[in-house]
């Protein structure tokens, strides 16, 4: 568990997390691209490169150089795309294809950083048009993420506006303390990636979650909390409140269930006493 509710005459403080293998089990770019070749974004060639795009990073093998070329192609694939088709295929698949992957211990996390009056928010190399839906979803205050350009037509260029990667990612940590008034000192960050390193060293209690490496390495050597996530759920899973009816439902249920009680309870009287005539 974590500390209790946060004194608001303190600085406001934030949980900062990455998004792919910290708190969801895949790419989240790459988990869409079958859903990108039903809406006729990609061919198949382009699902199979995915595939094992998506294959090399949860093996854990995607250095600097290949995620660099991972971007490449990303954004070479991705030109020409309609900015809304893109957006309308992940509303209309994002329930689908990331609720069953959210690791449940990262969504407890979550809660238990709001419960404790910390804003969430969702820092992800992966695009705006992918990551704020999920962070949405997940219940995040705020998410910064990967921008790409889009032309007059509505359409990608295929050029980048904003990558957050690396260094980035820790620039706009220390952006949002700025605007936000968030005491990094006492700001909590989670990555998977020795690439967020810089992220990492930004705040004053980090995590390493299900660590590559080198992560891992920098974590023991550094004393950093290593942190397991492997149990994904679907958050209605972890929340069966939320298909408990509300409460004017269960008064009604309630009530027909006494009646029916009640009748059950004259039926059988009745005929016992007509057994017994």
Wanted: hydrophobic share 45%.
């Amino acid at each position: 568990m974590l500390w209790v509710v946060e004194n608001h005459s303190l600085p406001r403080t934030a949980a900062f997390f990455d998004l792919d293998k910290t708190v969801i089990a895949k790419s989240s770019t790459l988990t869409f691209s079958k859903s990108f070749y039903q809406g006729g974004l990609i061919n198949r060639r382009g699902v199979l490169r995915s595939a094992y795009a998506q294959f090399v990073f949860l093996a854990g093998g995607a250095d600097h150089d290949q995620i660099e070329r991972m971007r490449a192609y990303l954004s070479a694939l991705c030109r020409g795309w309609n900015v809304q088709q893109v957006r309308e295929i992940v509303a209309e698949t994002l329930h689908d294809i990331i609720d069953p992957i959210i690791y449940d211990e990262a969504a407890s996390l979550i809660e238990e950083h709001h419960t404790a009056g910390r804003d969430v928010v969702i820092v992800s190399t992966s695009g705006s048009e992918v990551v704020e839906p999920i962070g949405e979803l997940l219940g995040a205050d705020r998410v910064v993420a990967t921008r790409m350009v889009v032309g007059d037509d509505g359409c990608y260029t295929g050029e980048i506006e904003y990558y957050a990667y690396g260094p980035t990612k820790a620039e706009a940590v220390r952006e949002l303390a700025a605007s936000e008034g968030y005491d990094l000192s006492r700001c909590y960050a989670y990555s998977d990636s020795a690439t967020d390193l810089p992220m990492l060293e930004s705040v004053g209690r980090p995590h390493a979650v299900n660590p590559d490496r080198t992560l891992r390495r920098e974590a023991l050597a550094r004393g950093w909390p290593i942190l397991d996530f492997h149990r994904p759920v679907r958050l209605k899973q972890r929340l069966p409140a939320l298909s408990v009816p509300p409460r004017p439902a269960l008064v009604a249920a309630a009530a027909i269930g006494a009646a029916a009680a009640t009748a059950g309870l004259v039926w059988y009287t009745n005929r016992r006493r007509a057994a017994a005539v």
